[in-house]
């Protein structure tokens, strides 16, 4: 069974800073990139980036380029999202899972979706 377990949500002042952790388990986890998505309040989800298998690729979405970092730990099935100098636009529900990704182009390898995790900022 599939499971992406998000965590390390919170409330944060715009300009501060947060770390993610996505908990995978139910599959060969260093066999896969990663990717992020967030979904806002009366918005759909949205493909925040991902990171191969090794970390030795990324790819960012404009909005968070130089802001958000990808890592991972693959002994961990745990990749991270290491997030500065937050906006209220980043405001939004954070998931992860596993992709094909080539760029800007996605593939999402499962149907399966943890329950995320809150990031608010506002002062």
């Known amino acids: 069974q599939v499971q992406f377990v998000e965590s390390g949500g919170g409330l944060v002042q715009p300009g501060g800073s947060l770390r993610l952790s996505c908990a995978a388990s139910?599959?060969?986890?260093?066999?896969?990139?990663m990717g992020w998505f967030r979904q806002a309040p009366g918005k759909d989800r949205e493909y925040v980036g991902g990171?191969?298998?090794?970390?030795?690729?990324?790819y960012y979405v404009d909005s968070v380029k130089g802001r958000f970092t990808f890592s991972r730990d693959n002994a961990k099935n745990t990749v991270y999202l290491q997030m500065t100098r937050l906006k209220p636009e980043d405001t939004a529900v954070y998931y992860c899972?596993?992709?094909?990704?080539?760029?800007?182009?996605?593939?999402?390898?499962?149907?399966?979706w943890g329950q995320g995790t809150q990031v608010t900022v506002s002062s």
């Open positions: 990171i191969a298998w090794n970390g030795g690729n990324t």
């Open positions: 139910g599959f060969t986890f260093n066999d896969y990139a």
């Open positions: 899972n596993a992709v094909h990704f080539s760029g800007s182009e996605y593939s999402l390898q499962y149907d399966d």
